[in-house]
């Protein structure tokens, strides 16, 4: 691959900012002794690639965006090109980890590329979120938990009530506080 195609998939992969930070540092904290993690919306793999280095887990991580599962592959990551948990096994994992697409955009003001699918939440910035809920406990191992990054913009209480509605008990384990945001890990459990 050169230089202009690996400025491509930059351009095209949504890459670390303090919500990976924040995300990476609470999943290594928390998820030791976790033999399988799946990271959901890997991007750049920079969260996987934490959690791979700085725990004993086996770490997959998936992506919607073929330029982020290749950019995770680069990173010499186990990455499958996948929407949300639709491709794995029932049961398959010990943790789930997610950094969604949280934004709350205006549909008249979004544009269709791998970019705006990386930061937009669609009107209320629920969009990924409520869908996700909806599926990740069918991957969860028994005693199985998720991460999941959720920013004040979204609306951390309904987060917890729709994952309530989805069967999981949540906890705010983590939080940082941004000038235009707070963002807010929680531990969804059964």
Do not use: K
């Not at 919306?41 to 991580?61: H, K, L, M, N, Q």
């Not at 919607?64 to 010499?76: E, L, S």
Request: net charge negative; glycine share 8%.
């Amino acid at each position: 691959m050169d230089l202009a195609e690996r400025r491509g998939l930059e351009t095209d992969v949504y890459q670390p900012a303090e919500d990976s930070r924040l995300l990476a540092e609470t999943a290594c904290d928390r998820l030791a002794g976790r033999e399988t993690v799946l990271e959901v919306g890997t991007g750049s793999g920079y969260v996987a690639e934490r959690i791979a280095s700085e725990t004993a887990a086996r770490v997959v991580a998936a992506d919607v965006n073929p330029h982020a599962t290749q950019q995770a592959r680069d990173r010499g990551l186990e990455a499958v090109r996948a929407d949300l948990v639709s491709p794995f096994a029932d049961d398959s994992f010990d943790a789930v980890v997610f950094n969604p697409p949280y934004l709350p955009t205006d549909p008249d003001h979004e544009w269709d590329d791998w970019m705006e699918r990386a930061l937009s939440g669609g009107e209320d910035g629920r969009a990924v979120i409520e869908p996700f809920l909806e599926t990740v406990g069918r991957v969860l191992a028994p005693d199985g938990v998720v991460l999941l990054l959720v920013s004040s913009l979204t609306g951390v209480e309904t987060v917890v009530d729709r994952a309530g509605e989805a069967g999981f008990s949540a906890a705010a384990v983590a939080d940082e506080s941004f000038p235009f945001e707070t963002l807010t890990i929680l531990e969804l459990f059964r």
